[in-house]
């Protein structure tokens, strides 16, 4: 039995990658050309569904192509790490964010007083 893999071929790539480029020109020259009419309510909110529907579909092409694949990919393999991340409760939250603030106050109290101490030390050699 032999293993076959099949690679999924990405085929006209540049002329996709043109399309969405087009696509986000003509969204944001849209919203530009429309942005003089008067601001009434249904007129913006044509503009952003416009503008979004147009984004929408350049991401759709620009996944077809292959390097929107393996962004895809590599957004969908973050997003099942992500997943797997256990999450601190909120008292293991508090706790660690006392401590932190701690050692904070501590850590400034010490370098104020080496600050001061240094301070004085130059202050009496110098005069």
Do not use: C, H
């Amino acid at each position: 039995m032999s293993a076959v893999s099949e690679e999924k071929e990405y085929q006209l790539d540049g002329l996709k990658w043109l399309l969405v480029v087009v696509l986000l020109v003509a969204g944001i020259g849209g919203n530009y050309y429309f942005a003089n009419m008067a601001e009434s309510d249904p007129g913006l909110l044509y503009r952003v569904l416009g503008v979004l529907a147009l984004f929408a579909m350049a991401a759709f092409v620009a996944a077809k192509t292959a390097k929107g694949a393996g962004f895809v990919a590599l957004f969908r393999g973050a997003r099942t790490e992500l997943r797997k991340v256990v999450w601190p409760t909120a008292q293991e939250r508090n706790q660690t964010t006392l401590m932190v603030l701690a050692v904070v106050i501590v850590m400034a109290l010490l370098l104020w007083g080496l600050d001061a101490l240094f301070g004085a030390l130059a202050k009496l050699v110098i005069g």
